[in-house]
């Protein structure tokens, strides 16, 4: 009888182990997904991430290195402003902020 005991403790401290577990990594999942939806999960476009939220769309390449060229954005190789980062680019058309998010992240990440 007391093995059964013993047994039967040991899965119950599995069991709550194993929920621990899970909740750890449902929160880990929500954090992921809330980083994932906000704008610049990683920090890198700085304060050019919140004026991205507020510029008019659709708008080209040209009309926001005229508006926010000068903003730094975090490289591999240090800052750049936009203005460099979107220079070998040709002028395109964006619809969002998501786009124009993606582009810069596509090409500090080259």
């Known amino acids: ?54 510029q008019n769309y659709p708008t080209t390449t040209d009309e926001l290195v005229a508006a926010y060229g000068d903003y730094e954005i975090e490289t591999q190789d240090g800052t750049e402003s936009l203005e460099e980062v979107l220079a070998p680019t040709d002028n395109q058309t964006y619809d969002s902020a998501d786009d124009v998010r993606n582009r810069i992240l596509g090409l500090i990440h080259r």
């Open 1 to 54: 009888m007391p093995d059964d005991k013993r047994s039967q403790d040991e899965n119950e401290d599995d069991e709550q182990r194993q929920q621990s577990e899970r909740r750890k990594e449902e929160v880990r999942d929500r954090t992921n997904e809330d980083r994932a939806m906000s704008g610049d999960p990683g920090g890198r476009l700085g304060d050019l991430d919140e004026a991205l939220q507020t």
